[in-house]
């Protein structure tokens, strides 16, 4: 039996080569990078809210360019959430120890 996808992605495009991807990739990393620069350009010049425009442009097209790097951080997003608010209940749980033992000490000294 044999497995047939019935799907394609754009990876998969019958006219595009990999060095027609490779082409792509390049270019959306001089644009990004570019971008970038642009921004800090235009944010030294004392243009904010353009070069707030052009860094967030900037990004958004870096950000494509790393689509894996992305994935993966997205997917782990939740375990760290997860550990800060473990570290963050540890840290209430400590607060509130040395609170109550802060009373206990107000008490001994009859304050």
Same mark, same amino acid.
């Given at each position: 039996?044999?497995?047939?996808?019935l799907t394609?992605?754009? @990876?998969?495009?019958?006219?595009?080569?990999?060095a027609d991807?490779? @082409?792509?990739?390049?270019?959306?990393? $001089?644009?990004?990078?570019?971008?970038?620069?642009?921004?800090?350009?235009?944010?030294?010049?004392?243009?904010?809210?353009?070069?707030?425009?052009?860094?967030?442009?900037?990004?958004?097209?870096?950000?494509?360019?790393?689509?894996?790097?992305?994935?993966?951080?997205?997917?782990?997003?939740?375990?760290?959430?997860?550990? $800060?608010?473990?570290?963050?209940?540890?840290?209430?749980?400590?607060?509130?120890?040395?609170?109550?033992?802060?009373?206990?000490?107000?008490?001994?000294?009859? @304050?």
């Amino acid at each position: 039996m044999v497995v047939v996808p019935l799907t394609k992605g754009a @990876k998969d495009s019958v006219g595009a080569t990999p060095a027609d991807n490779e @082409k792509s990739a390049n270019w959306i990393r $001089i644009a990004a990078a570019s971008t970038l620069a642009a921004s800090g350009a235009l944010l030294i010049t004392g243009n904010r809210r353009a070069g707030l425009l052009t860094a967030v442009t900037g990004t958004a097209l870096a950000l494509i360019d790393q689509q894996d790097s992305l994935c993966a951080w997205w997917n782990a997003l939740p375990g760290y959430l997860e550990r $800060i608010d473990e570290v963050l209940g540890r840290a209430q749980n400590a607060v509130e120890d040395l609170s109550a033992q802060g009373q206990n000490l107000r008490r001994a000294f009859g @304050k």
